[in-house]
Every structure is written in C-alpha cells, then in structure tokens.
C-alpha cells in the first residue's frame, strides 16, 4: 500500500446547462479525521453523504471541502406569471387608485411583488448527481496528490535511516580502538602512581570501565529500529504515521544513550548525527497519515 501524506490539494471545475461548478478539497495535517464543509445553502444535504466518502477515502487530516457555484442564464429557467395573484393585487390597486384621485399604478410595482414572477424549478435530483460524480473523481484526484507528496516523504525518510545506519557502522568501527586507548589510558594513570598495583585488580577495573562504554546493545537496537522503520512499516504502507512516530521515540532513546557513553569525538560526532537525523524524519513524520 503506498503512504498518504496529510498535506495536498485538488481542484474539478464542470460546465453543465444549469451552471458551473467546482470542487475544492484540502487537506493539512491534523491528530484525527476532521472534515469542514462549505456549500451552497441548497446542497447541504449532500453532507453526510460527502463526509461518509471522505470517512472511507482517508483516516488522518484536516480536511475541507468547497463547493463553488456559478448559475447561467438558463438557471433560472423561463419566468411566468401567478395570475390569480396579479388579478387580486390590480383590483385592489384600482380601488386605490380610485381613493388617491387615479394615480398612476406602475406595472414594474406589481411585478415586483413577492411571488408575482415566478420562475421554473430545476431538476435538484440531476445536480445532485451530477455534483457528486465529480466529487467522486475530486476525491480520486485528491487521493492521488496525497499519494505522490507521501512517496516523497517516504524517499526523504528512507534517505534518513541510511544515514543513521552509516553512523552506526562508523561507531562499531570505532569501539575496538576505543577499548585499546581507554586501556593504555588507565595503564599510564597507574604507572604515573609509582606504586605496585595488583593486575588482576587492574583487569577488573578494565572489565567495568569497558562496560560502561560498551554500546553494541544501542547499535543492535538502533540497526533493528531502522530494519523495523523500512521493511515492516515504510514497506507495508498504508496509515503508518502513528507507528512511525513512536518509532522516532525509540530511535531517539537509543540515541541519547549512545550519546552519554561517547568517550571520543568520532563516537560525539556520530551520536550527535543521529539524533540530527531523528529530528529531521521526526519533522517529515508529523505529515504522514
């Protein structure tokens, strides 16, 4: 399955007889599924139905939806004329007139006349279909956005955990010549006292001070995180954003304890690397479903 990032845009505009209109959909990053609606007062029953498709489509992000409507002429359809209602309002302007010494009634007035003119009512079953087949291939377009701006953010995480997995191999390479310099370090201290030490004292104190500085078990557990992050998580795609955050966390522990076992700039300067890394990805992360 690919990864969806939370971030992207698409746009559909259709021309028909009744009008033009067009689809927004945008979407940013968000904890949970939230969905915001903006439609024509005349179409808002179509929301529920709209939020069950985007309940379907995606899990994560804030999302809104903008329905813009431009009427044409044909719209409105042909006008016609409530007789029955023209018939009452001229008797009772005649009688009027009559009381104001035959002043003129205007025509325009009676027309203006709430439900004098009247016009045809459209088809709201055809518009509604029709809005939601676009809206089907909006979200399609949508889906499709949010799927290549996801590769991408995969590519950049991928590139990350490489970088993390070099510095874990500088740091093993560099544990040997670690061992021999913290050894001939305690030797020198020790000869410089002057004084008979026991040896099988001196290897005891070896033993300690090596485990104390000993992080095969942070680069075992940083090289499983990385495995776990590309092939278990990054390779089954789908919504993975959560996993991979806490994902970040583990990283992130490993890291800081590699960090306070450096004895030598190159093992500080690789820690330091990594936890760069982590944050980088920790960043991207925050934009996956």
Known sequence: MAIHSMTAFARRE?????????WEIRS???RYLETYFRLPEQ???LEPVLREKIRKAMQRGKVEINLRITDTDKSTGNLTINQNLVDQLCNHALKIQAQLNNAVVNPVDIMRWPGVMQAEEQDLDEQQAQLLSEFDLTIKDFLAARAS???NLKALIEQRLEGIASQVAIVREQMPQVLVWQRERLTTRLAELKEQVDESRVEQELIMLAQRVDVAEELDRLDSHIKESRDKILK??????????F???EFNREANTLASKSINTEVTNA???VKVLIEQMREQIQNIE
Do not use: I, P, S
Request: hydrophobic share 35%; aromatic share 8%; glycine share 18%.
């Open 271 to 273: 820690a330091v690397e």
């Open 149 to 151: 701006e996801g590769a």
């Open 247 to 249: 994902m970040m966390q």
């Open 14 to 22: 259709q021309k028909t007889e009744w009008g033009t209109f067009a």
């Open 43 to 45: 179409f808002r029953g």
């Open 28 to 30: 940013v990053n968000q």
């Open 236 to 245: 089954k795609g789908g919504a993975c954003g959560r996993r991979l955050d």
